[in-house]
């Protein structure tokens, strides 16, 4: 910085991120950026997590000046959106970067973000008026980017759908492996999501790779190792959704890069992506590890890979847990997913 100070007296430290393949698709896209706009930077990267700061040198004084920069600093968010990242790889989102929100997410995202946000601080004691947009009248559509969605899954949302709204409570119900449950109506009617067991995508150059919640984690390693990857996880059994809402290991959370969740009413959210580093809105993503299937239903995951061969060791075994009894934090998370407790209703009472 005192080396770019000596070529102008103001400095904008852009943050975006992308999956680590497509790095040097976004230098060259940001360098177009920065010559449409007559505009000097220089380009500053983790580039083992696919994290770029283009270091924007200009004079405040200048106002035309700052006008250009601002836009192709948006232009760059933009860039990275377009390419599978995110708006902010380690340096949140505050004020400034509010209006990116809307690219980044749909409505449906920004009010869960929302209500979260209500339950944790009422009051709105903490960073009043960052990171959630203004307005979501420019939020991204929730066709502009269709993830990809197996038959089964589209199924379990319309099933999701009409028992929301006819006020049926569900028993979400994988292998069993993890979570019992109250035998009777009062635990819901069994929603079986068994059937999401599918490979959506393996992106070995990102050693990155997209499940379906209920695929069995013997199934996981087995397509892994078949292409020379694995997870660096303990063997455990049951399925990796199971895995994740039960939180069996307390090291998934940092496994985790992305979910898709069905909300109790069948609106799915995507949170998280591809990138290594994410931190654009709130980290629901590892909020959801320990959730115990009440929250919501898990899809999908996106998880971190290593080469076969290279995970460290682990002890065998799952992590212990006792009894889950919520506290007034939890209770009112609750209510933000699933206000009507329609899943797995037996655990909140």
């Known amino acids: 910085y005192p080396a770019l100070a000596r070529l102008a007296p103001n400095v904008m430290v852009e943050d975006g991120a992308v999956p680590r393949p497509k790095l040097p698709e976004a230098a060259a896209r940001v360098r177009a950026i920065l010559s449409d706009y007559k505009l000097t930077a220089g380009l500053l990267f983790h580039a083992g997590d696919g994290n770029l700061h283009p270091n924007v040198i200009y004079d405040e004084r200048d106002i035309e000046e700052t006008r250009r920069v601002r836009k192709a600093g948006h232009e760059i ?30 409505r449906a995202e920004l009010d869960l973000f929302s209500r979260v946000k209500e339950a944790l601080d009422p009051k709105d004691l903490a960073n ?20 990809a969605r197996s ?18 409570k569900s028993r979400v119900k994988g292998l069993g492996t993890r979570l019992s449950s109250p035998a009777g109506e009062d635990a819901g009617r069994d929603l079986d999501v068994s059937g ?15 499940f379906e919640a ?16 694995e997870a660096p996880m303990p ?10 809402a039960a939180k069996a290991w307390t090291g998934i959370r940092d496994l985790l890069l992305g979910l898709q969740l069905a909300l109790p009413d069948g609106t799915v959210c ?4 591809k990138s290594v580093k994410n931190v654009a809105g709130y980290d629901l993503t590892r909020l959801l590890c320990g959730s115990l299937g009440a929250y919501g239903v898990i899809l999908s995951a996106t998880i971190r890979l290593c080469p ?12 212990l847990a006792g009894e889950f009894v919520p506290s007034d934090i939890h209770r009112r998370l609750k209510r933000a997913f699933d206000p009507e407790n329609l899943l797995n209703p037996w655990i909140y009472g």
């Open 235 to 244: 063997k455990l059994d049951g399925t990796l959704g199971g895995l994740i």
């Open 196 to 210: 999401l067991n599918s490979v959506l995508e393996i992106y070995d150059g990102n050693l990155t790779a997209t």
């Open 128 to 147: 009043p008026d960052k990171i959630i947009p203004v307005s979501d009248r420019h939020a991204r559509r929730k066709d502009a980017a269709p993830a």
């Open 270 to 273: 995507r949170l998280g992506g």
């Open 77 to 106: 968010l933009r860039a990275c959106i377009d390419l599978g990242g995110t708006i902010s790889g380690e340096h949140g989102i505050g004020v400034e970067k509010r209006l990116a929100m809307n690219w980044l997410y749909d």
């Open 308 to 319: 076969a061969g290279k995970s460290p060791r682990f002890p065998h075994g799952e992590s």
């Open 151 to 168: 038959a089964a899954a589209s199924a379990l949302i319309t099933e999701l759908k009409y028992r929301a709204a006819h006020g049926i």
């Open 214 to 229: 209920g695929i069995p984690l013997r199934s996981l390693r087995s397509e892994l190792k078949a292409v020379g990857l």
